[in-house]
């Protein structure tokens, strides 16, 4: 019953997954970042254990630049997702087709 | 054995949590099931001995990343039923699956061909905190400052973004309310 690298590398990949799918799969803008943040926190998951399983410290550093990435993504994104909101008082993927603005 | 038991638990919770904020209809349960993710995500940073990342996860992620979602779904109304995209199921879920070996394959490639040694290897005695200060400090200083830069760049925009008439000034404009009663003050 030894957790070993392996064990959290699969768990990594399959949160990676569930996020993808729901990537390619909403519609509404808002659940898409969400599904953004489950991609970027599964990464963070397996950057943990294999820091953890080398005895090397690289794998949290970045760990903690992918957080202040998702950080300002999420930032920047809500900001361009107002503005859109302003405009056009929808956030559907659909209509993002053109880029006439 | 407790460690075992520990990260089946939470590898089952995470799962459930993120698995209902993929196929959820109802975008508050969508919000409420990704911050317990979140939580849960950090669970597995304390197993794995890396403390200071897993209050970081719980700060950054449960504190300001779900304020800013919970504000923009107030802001964008979304309490109604989300339409989904019809899309082909099957090509959906052969590209995710695609894309999953794909990332264990990045992942496990080097493992499998080359021992790695450790480039900063952890020293004895020193607390996971004391230890994250001493590499994030010396080692990766410049990439630390330039991830400040970025969250700067980043509050910037989002405060240009959000904000409306940024090209007139607020401070500057006559009808100000404080110089009326200054001179009420006066006179």
Redesign the interface.
Do not use: R, W
């Given at each position: 019953m030894e957790i070993g690298l392996n064990h959290y590398l699969v768990l990594s990949t399959i949160l990676f997954a569930i996020g993808l799918i729901g990537v390619l799969k909403r519609k509404n803008l808002l659940l898409l970042f969400f599904a953004t943040e489950i991609l970027l926190n599964s990464v963070n998951v397996a950057f943990a254990a294999i820091s953890h399983y080398h005895g090397d410290l690289t794998g949290q550093m970045f760990a903690f630049f992918v957080i202040a990435i998702a950080a300002s993504e999420v930032a920047v994104g809500l900001g361009l997702l107002i503005v859109w909101h302003k405009r056009h008082s929808n956030i559907d993927l659909d209509q993002m087709s053109s880029m006439k603005g | 054995?407790f460690?075992?038991i520990a990260?089946y638990l939470f590898?089952f919770l995470?799962?459930t949590m993120?698995?209902i904020?993929?196929t959820t209809s109802q975008?508050l349960h969508?919000?409420t099931a990704?911050a317990a993710?979140?939580i849960f995500?950090s669970a597995?940073?304390f197993i794995?001995?890396?403390d200071?990342?897993g209050a970081?996860?719980i700060v950054?992620?449960s504190g300001?990343?779900m304020a800013?979602?919970a504000?923009?779904?107030m802001?964008?109304d979304?309490t109604r039923e989300?339409?989904?995209?019809q899309?082909n199921k099957y090509i959906?879920?052969g590209?995710?699956?695609l894309?999953?070996?794909l990332?264990?394959l990045i992942?496990?490639a080097p493992?499998v061909s080359d021992n790695?040694t450790?480039?900063?290897?952890?020293t004895e005695g020193v607390g996971n905190t004391q230890?994250?200060g001493m590499?994030?400090f010396t080692k990766?200083l410049v990439?630390f400052e330039v991830?400040a830069i970025?969250?700067l760049?980043?509050?910037i925009?989002?405060?240009?973004?959000?904000s409306k008439q940024m090209d007139v000034s607020q401070t500057l404009s006559k009808d100000e309310p404080i110089q009326e009663s200054k001179k009420g003050v006066t006179s």
């Open positions: - | 054995m460690e075992a990260f590898a995470t799962i993120f698995y904020t993929v975008a969508a919000l990704l993710g979140m995500i597995f940073f794995l001995g890396a200071f990342l970081v996860q950054v992620y300001a990343v800013l979602y504000f923009g779904m802001f964008f979304t989300l339409k989904e995209k899309g959906i879920f590209l995710s699956v894309a999953a070996v990332v264990v992942f496990a493992m790695i450790a480039l900063y290897p952890m230890e994250v590499v994030l990766y990439p991830a970025m969250l760049v980043a509050m925009s989002g405060i240009v973004l959000a």
